[in-house]
């Protein structure tokens, strides 16, 4: 089902990834030409991973059909009316929390944060201004939502501290560009390779 989800959220959002890419990719070209800076690929992925990231984040919350719903204001009441493992469950309670784990781990690589009070602030801000804005549009907010994507937040932080204590005692030689490199192309392959196997294989259109 999250497989599905990731899937339309794509199909519905890869005309914004596509001219963000492009702009993206044609400034970063001409800035290095231009002032003959040192190209790192792996962290030119992760920034641009981070921001296609933002605009999906921005179609779930402006796009997606929640006529079903309704705003709830009182914490847990949502998240404890769906059975545990039923599909409303993946959906709506683990769905949010794995929906903001690369908002965790992202602000965290990116401003390396130490301590995860500070990350918790930032997904607080970014969780509840989204919720605020979904009611201002004609949507619903949910407190439910917020604190699922604390706990995503949360989640994605831990990631991230936990890659970055493994990374401090890797060999020297597993230190450098080349191999984080290396290991970028390969998730590249893999993620890839998973997205057509559900596509093309399974039939999720």
Do not use: H
Not at 30 to 46: D, P, Q, S
């Amino acid at each position: 089902m999250m497989t599905e989800i990731v899937i339309n959220i794509f199909k519905n959002s890869w005309p914004m990834i596509l001219i963000l890419t492009t702009i993206l990719a044609s400034m970063k070209i001409t800035y290095y030409i231009k002032n003959k800076t040192k190209f790192i690929f792996y962290r030119e992925v992760l920034q641009l991973a981070f921001l296609i990231y933002i605009l999906c984040l921005f179609y779930v919350v402006t796009f997606q059909d929640v006529s079903w719903s309704s705003s709830n204001f009182v914490p847990f009441k949502e998240m404890f009316r769906y059975q545990l493992g039923s599909p409303l469950f993946y959906r709506n309670v683990i769905g949010n929390m794995i929906m903001f784990m690369p908002y965790g781990f992202f602000i965290t690589y990116f401003l390396k944060l130490e301590k995860l009070r500070s990350e918790v602030i930032l997904s607080v801000i970014t969780s509840a201004t989204i919720e605020v804005t979904q009611l201002c549009i004609g949507r619903v907010f949910d407190i439910d939502d917020i604190v699922l994507n604390i706990l995503g937040g949360i989640c994605g932080f831990y990631i991230c501290y936990i890659l970055t204590k493994l990374q401090a005692k890797l060999p020297p030689i597993l230190k450098n560009e080349i191999f984080y490199n290396i290991i970028i192309v390969l998730i590249l392959i893999g993620i890839s390779f998973y997205f057509y196997q559900a596509v093309v294989v399974g039939g999720i259109v």
